[in-house]
């Protein structure tokens, strides 16, 4: 069984940058990206990043401000989020599955918070 545990959030003031740790038990082969979820509002993706090839994808409220990175020897999968906004405040979810297919592997999440 796989187990995720996300870190460096915070609170922050807007225009600061913050980033997300995701350290995995194991990365394995699975796709990986991020999620978050804001009270009242829908989970939305954010990011996503390819196992083999490292290809991304980004939601688009974050694309040009928010970079996904993955390290498969440490198992790890970092966000690194700039320019943050007050509508960025969520908790963060780092997920591992198929692009595309579904995300079957959920983390605990880490709370971001932006103040304006």
């Known amino acids: 069984q796989v187990h995720l545990v996300e870190s460096g959030g915070g609170l922050v003031q807007a225009g600061d940058s913050l980033r997300l740790t995701c350290a995995a038990s194991t990365l394995g082969t699975y796709d990986a990206g991020w999620f978050r979820q804001a009270p009242g509002k829908d989970r939305e993706f954010v990011a996503g990043i390819n196992w083999r090839y490292g290809g991304t994808s980004y939601g688009d409220a974050v694309k040009g401000r928010f970079t996904i990175s993955r390290d498969n020897n440490k198992n790890t999968v970092y966000l690194q989020m700039n320019s943050l906004k007050p509508e960025d405040s969520a908790l963060y979810l780092c997920?591992?599955?198929?692009?595309?297919?579904?995300?079957?592997?959920w983390g605990q999440g880490t709370q971001v918070t932006v103040s304006s």
């Open positions: 997920v591992l599955g198929v692009q595309g297919t579904g995300w079957s592997i």
